[in-house]
């Protein structure tokens, strides 16, 4: 997460990064070895769509410490990095924009529209299969829930916005950003320093939902 940040701020681009790794650790289905593989029937739900694709198709390379950008799809956190986040190529959309699949950078990714930075997901990789992607969008038109059992309005997803930076007086300077949902109700103000060497210090919430700032 905070990687994602300072490559945000440093204008990196590239959403999807292509990696070489040789998925050592990882079992058949892209798990790391000794976790439970098998994600049943592929269904609208984040669940199944992490399960059969997130899991077996992306992390290989977007997991852990070394996901190329800091994106990670492993299932940990797969879902806080990509609904209502913005893009780090294309920072105008979102990665998961509830309600809207064609607004979605993911979609467009894994689809290689026109427009996209650097190329189809999975990069040198078989693309997905329309079946697949209909399902992403899918879920993503339902709002983009969460949770298995229930759906949830869009209106319910939170949002981050274009980070602001401020020079500090030892080189270094603080980002911040907001979080809002789609109606743009504040949810809250975060931030984090960064040192001049580049050493991404905390992040702090600086303000609450309702507290004002």
């Known amino acids: 997460m905070s990687a994602r940040w300072i490559l945000l701020i440093a204008g990196v681009v590239g959403l999807l990064s292509g990696c070489g790794g040789s998925g050592r650790g990882l079992d058949a289905n892209g798990r790391p070895i000794g976790e439970g593989g098998g994600g049943g ?3 609208a739900t984040w669940r199944s769509i992490q399960d059969n694709i997130f899991t077996p198709r992306c992390t290989e390379c977007h ?21 209502g986040v913005r893009s780090v190529q294309i920072p105008q959309l979102f990665r998961v924009d509830p309600g ?13 529209a026109a427009g996209i930075l650097g190329g189809r997901m999975p990069l040198e990789r078989a693309a997905l299969s329309a079946q697949q992607i209909a399902v992403i969008r899918q879920w993503i038109a339902d709002g983009a829930p969460r949770g298995d059992a229930f759906r949830v309005g869009a209106e319910e997803a939170i949002y981050e916005s274009l980070p602001d930076a401020v020079a500090l007086p030892d080189g270094g300077f603080f980002v ?16 984090v320093p960064v040192a001049a060497d580049g050493t991404l210090g905390a992040r702090v ?3 609450e939902a309702g507290q004002g700032m």
């Open 63 to 83: 997991a852990g410490g070394a996901a190329p950008l800091g994106l990670r799809l492993d299932e940990a956190v797969s879902y806080e990095q990509l609904v």
């Open 205 to 207: 919430a600086l303000s």
């Open 41 to 43: 029937p592929l269904v």
């Open 176 to 191: 911040a950003w907001s979080r809002t949902d789609r109606e743009g109700r504040p949810l809250g103000l975060l931030g």
């Open 100 to 112: 809207d699949p064609d607004a979605s950078y993911l979609v467009q990714k894994v689809e290689g």
